[in-house]
């Protein structure tokens, strides 16, 4: 069965800092991995997605993560974290049939 | 505007009443998706449907019921059997194609907080 474990529940980085949300993931077959956020009282919204190709794959608002088969995981990263970007950011494998499996979600704080 | 649209934003249901969720998607997407969304759980799957007039039962089903009668639009009914139902329901739709057929990503709507009075 497919599962995504996000192991931090809250990260916490200063703004201008780099930010890391940690995603582990658990497939049978090629992984396909994907990043979401949602602010509060919204509904998600894409970041980012990892099909094939290349490690390291580029989102919107200047995310990226990077996937390493190896180790099992697509930790999504930021260079330099803004105020705006605390939001609680979903991970989400491709489960059975065309649907998704989503992590528990982390929430991230950037303090000024 | 392209988007999926879901209403209303709250809602409120009296113990033993069914309430019905609307969601309406202009993208031409052939399948959707019903996500709750509980604290600290993440969200669970409670129907999907890939074409019209066809649904399946995702992972916490009970309790709800869904239809498919056009393209566009997925309504989800909450039934006076799902004995919990206070929660964030999304919706999300998604393209459907045989080429990429597992890379597309979804699309969600706002949500819709569903509060039992």
């Known amino acids: 069965a497919q599962s995504v474990a996000q192991p931090e529940d809250q990260v916490n980085v200063a703004e201008g800092n780099p930010l890391t949300v940690k995603c582990t993931y658990s497939?049978?077959?090629?992984?396909?991995l994907f990043w979401y956020v949602q602010y509060p009282n919204r509904g998600l919204q894409f970041l980012l997605k990892?099909?094939?190709?290349?490690?390291l794959v580029k989102g919107s608002y200047g995310f990226e993560a990077e996937f390493n088969k190896s180790q099992t995981s697509f930790h999504l990263k930021k260079p330099s974290a803004l105020v705006s970007d605390s939001a609680l950011y979903f991970c989400?494998?491709?489960?059975?049939?065309?649907?998704?499996?989503f992590g528990p979600g982390t929430r991230l704080s950037v303090l000024p | 505007d392209g988007g999926i649209t879901q209403s209303p934003k709250y809602l409120f249901r009296k113990e033993g009443q069914n309430v019905t969720l609307s969601c309406e998607q202009n993208l031409n997407h052939d399948a959707m998706y019903w996500y709750r969304q509980d604290p600290g759980q993440g969200l669970r799957l409670i129907y999907y449907?890939?074409?019209?007039?066809?649904?399946q039962k995702g992972d916490i089903a009970e309790g709800y019921s869904v239809s498919r009668e056009k393209k566009e639009s997925f309504p989800l009914t909450v039934t006076s059997a799902q004995k919990n139902p206070t929660a964030f329901y999304l919706c999300a739709s998604r393209r459907w194609t045989n080429r990429d057929l597992m890379n597309t990503e979804a699309f969600f709507g706002q949500g819709t907080r569903l509060t039992v009075v």
């Open positions: 990892y099909i094939t190709g290349d490690n």
């Open positions: 497939v049978s077959g090629n992984p396909y």
């Open positions: 449907s890939q074409i019209v007039n066809d649904f």
């Open positions: 989400a494998v491709r489960g059975y049939g065309q649907n998704f499996v």
